[in-house]
């Protein structure tokens, strides 16, 4: 650091330059002043330089470090010089840390973005003697969401639908090379092979934000996709979603706070109502489900716990078409007579404004709320529409029949992020559970395939045949619509004949199925154990936090 100084010190008393211009050409052959930078920069065309990186030049013979020269100039320049201070450059090496390219001789690291139905599918079969995995998620489990409704009332506990990633590829936990990072990914550099990432920390660090660098061989992009609110004021703010667990739990928070609060005194009979009014948007199958546990809730618990109030509590679901487009007719007809029986007010509408204790819709009607739940499909995230690549009808990334993102090497998407470009000819999968979790059987088998041919390592597995494409084939779609009824709609499309069933047989089946996919031993034992105890003791009521 002193040796830096007097250097710079030196110089400047000097005032003189080089010596001559052939000189000066030999010492300063190319621009090799920096600015710092805390992040890689995005090129046009979509490379990243990484930037922070202090770039070593041996044609200046000094010894000191932190000392960058610049092109020289007839005229001397008061920045020809610059002083970066140790403590600076180490404190970019600490940012910008992370796991270099795998060496000759080293099995290939595939990196997994992501730990919804397609990753964790594609993770629990990948052969981990052939490859290192690295996954990297702001999540560190598998949510099962066909059941994360049913949480949300106390049927079944949190951690019933949630499912380790460590437990679904225990590599993750034992492999030395192997690892889970709790991050975000900001930006891939697929020319250097390498994604950047910052920490989940919520102020867990003393400096934030983290941030790292992870090299592959083989990438994986399952990063899921973002509620849709379709740019309506005020849904971020003041609505809950259903796709987290997190979700889930802020849900039933509101929803008991709710109804204790109402029972205080001096809470007038339209606050009361208003508390109590639970609005559920969007008319899909989570959005019915939704419906259907919350009026379970509110027959066999509410009226029998909160006796004061239990005439106030009431829910309406608000869908701009049909409820459950994708089931057959009868089935929707069965639906809504069932949830209007339970108490459950439907309105065809679609929403405006969306204010902290009230919706506007576009005819203009209010409808105040105490508990508003936001389903109406997905979109892609932030993340995705930020990333150069190509892009299916839809917003997603575009993918060939193989999930492999074309115009760029050892790229692969899948999920509810991914999408078939147009000239495939194919048409973009809804975003399923059942879609995701097949590409990520297929993709595993891919790559367990490239793998055994030596194709696991980066630029390697031009030459190999992948065989046959992935091809879709829907299972059908099954809904429970609460008080022990339920749909199961076996066809393989909406204009396809097949066989369609509703109410209590439908019921156990749909139990049944959903039991049987729950991915641990451990995992359907807890949801058995609570389905169990809901039945004979009813759903707990605490508020916890």
Not at 128 to 133: E, G, K
Not at 487 to 513: C, E, I, N, Y
Request: net charge positive.
């Amino acid at each position: 650091m002193a040796l830096a100084r007097i250097a710079r010190s030196n110089l400047r008393r000097s005032g003189v330059a080089f010596g001559s211009n052939a000189y000066q050409k030999d010492m300063f052959n190319e621009r090799s002043h920096t600015t710092k930078c805390p992040l890689p920069s995005s090129h046009v065309d979509g490379s990243f330089s990484y930037i922070s990186k202090i770039k070593e030049h041996n044609s200046m013979n000094f010894s000191m470090r932190g000392i960058s020269g610049t092109p020289y100039y007839w005229t001397p320049s008061s920045n020809t010089q610059r002083v970066v201070e140790e403590s600076e450059l180490e404190d970019d090496r600490q940012r910008y840390a992370g796991l270099e390219a795998t060496k000759p001789g080293e099995k290939p690291r595939v990196v997994v973005l992501g730990t919804g139905w397609a990753a964790c599918r594609f993770l629990k079969g990948l052969d981990t003697r052939i490859y290192d995995v690295v996954c990297i998620s702001p999540r560190n489990h598998m949510v099962f969401t066909p059941l994360l409704a049913s949480t949300c009332v106390g049927t079944l506990e949190f951690r019933s639908v949630a499912e380790p990633i460590g437990s679904i590829q225990d590599a993750l936990s034992k492999d030395p090379n192997s690892h889970f990072f709790l991050a975000s990914c900001t930006n891939i550099d697929t020319n250097k092979h390498e994604v950047y990432c910052e920490t989940v920390t919520n102020g867990g660090l003393s400096r934030e934000p983290y941030q790292f660098k992870v090299a592959y061989d083989k990438l994986v992009i399952a990063s899921g996709a973002e509620p849709s609110t379709f740019g309506i004021k005020g849904v971020k703010e003041h609505a809950f979603f259903l796709r987290e667990v997190n979700h889930a739990q802020e849900i039933r928070k509101r929803l008991l706070l709710n109804l204790m609060l109402s029972e205080n005194p001096g809470i007038s009979e339209e606050e009361k109502k208003r508390l109590l009014h639970c609005v559920v948007i969007g008319g899909g199958p989570t959005g019915v489900e939704f419906s259907g546990e919350l009026s379970d809730f509110i027959t066999k618990d509410v009226r029998e716990r909160y006796t004061h109030v239990k005439d106030y509590i009431h829910v309406t679901l608000i869908e701009a078409n049909e409820i459950l487009s994708s089931f057959d007719v009868s089935l929707r007809q069965y639906a809504m007579k069932h949830l209007t029986k339970s108490g459950v007010r439907f309105v065809r509408g679609v929403v405006k404004e969306v204010h902290p204790q009230k919706i506007v819709l576009s005819d203009g009607t209010e409808v105040p709320y105490g508990l508003l739940v936001w389903s109406t499909g997905v979109g892609p995230s932030e993340f995705v529409k930020k990333l150069n690549l190509p892009v299916s009808p839809g917003g997603r990334i575009g993918v060939d029949g193989w999930m492999r993102v074309p115009s760029v090497e050892d790229v692969f998407a899948l999920g509810d992020c991914a999408g078939f470009l147009e000239q495939t000819g194919r048409p973009v999968l809804p975003a399923l559970a059942q879609v995701a979790e097949r590409q990520g059987k297929f993709l595993v088998e891919l790559f367990n395939k490239i793998g055994k041919q030596d194709g696991g390592k980066a630029l390697s597995a031009n030459g190999i045949q992948f065989g046959n494409p992935f091809v879709y084939k829907h299972l059908g779609s099954m809904a429970s619509v609460g008080a022990y009824k339920a749909l199961v709609d076996l066809r393989q499309s909406k204009d396809a004949k097949g066989l369609s069933l509703a109410g209590f047989v439908s019921w156990l089946v749909w139990r049944s199925a959903y039991l049987t996919r729950v991915l641990s031993w451990r995992n359907r034992f807890y949801v058995a154990v609570n389905w169990g105890t809901t039945f004979v003791f009813g759903r707990d009521n605490s508020r916890i936090g």
